[in-house]
Structures are given as structure tokens and as C-alpha cells.
């Protein structure tokens, strides 16, 4: 079983969409989670950390749920430029390495 | 910006030759590590360092080895190119060890093989 697993989709969706992202993780030691972008052929960029609690950053919410080792990311109000391929990434206590899932391909359309 | 350069950006090597790729971390980053990121995947880590030391390594073979200089910038030799050593090797650098600690990436290195 793969660590870190998602759907690489594509997603397809509207401009002005609602659209989430599920990830699951098979670690139970990991202990700081992550939601990067990556554009195509570019390097990946930090999007967002991933709290237990939950946290949102403008149109853009994350959860964790450790019972269940599932992250999810919310996209709200889709826009043209969210087109992109989102990590999700995941580091175990004690090591700052980080274990990257194949990524999900977001495609927002006019 | 992140601050993190890699050099070259794009580099055709046959297969058996040698490659060295280099990063220049961050501004006050004194961590760095390297990931590999074939077509349709994600970035694999390859391994850390930290301080001019090893810090942790992936699975990867011992024909991929590193440095990191007393600047904590870094470079990746690959010995032996395999054809499946085509890929984006990427580096990102943070401020420590720690987990919590955020990896900058640079804009990778296109390697291709052939």
C-alpha cells in the first residue's frame, strides 16, 4: 500500500465550482500534513499546512481527520488559475523528510 | 520567489554517464533535500542534509550520493545513468531539522536519459 494515496483524476470543473480533494495516508506516525500545488513542469509550492482542527485560507479549507488517517482540501468559487496538480504530503514525527502522494489534477474550465 | 536555484535547468545524458546537479539553499537554510519526480508522480525523497551531514536517505541505490558545502549549498551525483533516471530532481531547503519546518523548492532540474 502506497503511503501517501489520491485520485490523480483530472477534475473537471466549472469556473465558480465547489470541488474537494481526499487523501489518505497508511502512516499512523505522521504528524505534519501538507497541501501542496504544483504547476505544470514547475516546482511544487506550499499551499497549506493541514491542522487537526481544521483551517481555511481564503476560498481554500483543509481538514484532517487522524482516526480515520484522511485529509481533504476544499476549494470554493473555483477561478481559471486553481488549474493545477494538488499534493498532498505528509512527514512522520521526528523527520523533516516529506512523503508526497501522486498529486490530483485540477482543470477549471470557463 | 523561494530563493532556491538549481542548476542546470535542463540536461540530456546517455545512458552509463555520470551527473552532478547542483542547489543553493535559502538565505539562512541550513537543510537540504533532494527529491526525485518521475512523469505522472510525486516528488520521492532521495535523501537530507543538514549541516554538511547525511541526514536521512530514501530508497534509492548508492550510485546516487551527495554534498553540501560550509555555504549549505548542495549537489546530487548520479553514477551509471539508468534510463529511469529521467526525471525532475528537485531541492528544497528549510531552516532545520524539524518537522514543522516548511522546504522551499527550487525550480528543479530536468534531467533526461537516453
Known amino acids: 500500500r502506497k503511503e501517501v494515496e489520491q485520485d490523480p483524476g483530472p477534475f473537471n470543473v466549472p469556473e465558480g465550482a465547489t470541488v474537494a480533494f481526499n487523501c489518505t495516508y497508511s502512516?499512523?506516525?505522521?504528524?505534519?500534513f501538507f497541501w501542496y500545488r504544483q504547476d505544470c513542469r514547475k516546482e511544487p509550492k506550499l499551499l497549506m499546512s493541514?491542522?487537526?482542527s481544521g483551517n481555511e485560507d481564503g476560498r481554500f479549507t483543509a481538514q484532517l481527520n487522524r482516526a480515520s488517517q484522511y485529509i481533504s482540501l476544499l476549494i470554493r468559487d473555483s477561478k481559471l488559475s486553481d488549474s493545477a496538480t494538488y499534493l498532498c504530503?505528509?512527514?512522520?514525527?521526528?523527520?523533516?523528510?516529506?512523503?508526497f502522494g501522486k498529486g490530483t489534477m485540477l482543470l477549471v474550465s470557463p | 520567489e523561494t530563493g532556491v536555484t538549481q542548476s542546470p535547468t535542463h540536461l540530456i545524458k546517455t545512458r552509463g554517464q555520470q551527473v552532478t546537479l547542483r542547489c543553493s539553499s535559502q538565505?539562512?537554510?541550513?537543510?537540504v533535500s533532494w527529491y526525485q519526480q518521475a512523469l505522472g508522480q510525486g516528488p520521492q525523497f532521495i535523501f537530507q542534509y543538514y549541516r554538511e551531514e547525511e541526514n536521512g536517505r530514501g530508497n534509492f541505490p548508492p550510485r546516487f550520493s551527495g554534498l553540501q558545502f560550509p555555504n549549505y549549498s548542495s549537489e546530487l551525483n548520479v553514477n551509471a545513468l539508468e534510463l529511469d533516471d529521467s526525471a525532475l530532481y528537485l531541492c528544497?531547503?528549510?531552516?532545520?531539522?524539524?518537522?514543522?519546518?516548511?522546504?522551499?523548492f527550487g525550480p528543479g532540474t530536468r534531467l533526461t536519459v537516453l
Open positions: 538565505s539562512g537554510h541550513n537543510t
Open positions: 504530503v505528509v512527514n512522520r514525527a521526528g523527520y523533516s523528510t516529506l512523503t
Open positions: 493541514v491542522y487537526s
Open positions: 502512516n499512523s506516525a505522521s504528524q505534519s
Open positions: 528544497a531547503s528549510s531552516s532545520g531539522q524539524g518537522y514543522t519546518d516548511t522546504q522551499y
